[in-house]
């Protein structure tokens, strides 16, 4: 059974922990640079299972959520409470964007320099900012909080299924 929106969120947010979002948000870029640093793109652009995505699509996916969340982040902190957030099919990006074919290197430089641009963009707001809210068309509604503790705990994930990724592919080459 699939997972509902409150699960993912319940699970997202599990991966953070007491961890402080957006340290976390600013940590991800060079474990992520460290993780993909070493690994070929033979094994970058293969997926663990069919159906799944490969470390190569899932950066280009961290890409654009990045993209995504930069607007969002200003679009709450720039309006009044209650502004409509609209949600985004993934998948369907991950197709028209043809994750497979985007170089890793390209992704990961992209996701960089957004993330640097959103974390310096989050430390730059009053405390007062933070309780400012959106209406997600899935999700209902998400504080600024919210959303920055979402996208961390969505880095990490994703930063673990690259991290089993690398590690069962180099299990079978070892």
């Known amino acids: ?14 991966y953070l922990g007491s961890k402080d979002p957006l340290q976390s948000m600013q940590e991800t870029p060079s474990t992520l640079a460290n993780l993909l640093h070493s690994t070929s793109d033979a094994v970058l652009s293969h997926p663990l299972a069919p ?18 969340s930069g607007f969002r982040f200003r679009l709450i902190a720039g309006s009044d409470d209650g502004v409509p957030i609209q949600g985004y099919d993934q998948d369907r990006w991950a197709a028209t964007g043809n994750y497979r074919t985007v170089p890793i290197e ?7 320099s957004l993330r640097e641009m959103n974390v310096r963009f ?17 999700r209902g509604r998400e504080t ?24 069962s592919k180099q299990a079978v080459s070892a």
């Open 122 to 138: 989050l430390r730059s707001l009053p405390a007062s900012a933070w309780d400012k809210y959106g209406l997600h068309s899935e």
């Open 144 to 167: 600024l909080r919210d959303l920055m503790t979402l996208l961390a705990g969505h880095d990490l994930n994703h930063l673990s299924q690259i991290k089993s990724i690398v590690d």
């Open 1 to 14: 059974m699939p997972e509902t929106f409150a699960e993912y969120v319940q699970r997202l947010r599990g």
């Open 51 to 68: 159906g799944k995505w490969s470390a190569q699509e899932i950066v280009a996916h961290l890409a654009d959520a990045e993209l995504v």
């Open 106 to 112: 390209q992704s990961l430089q992209s996701f960089t």
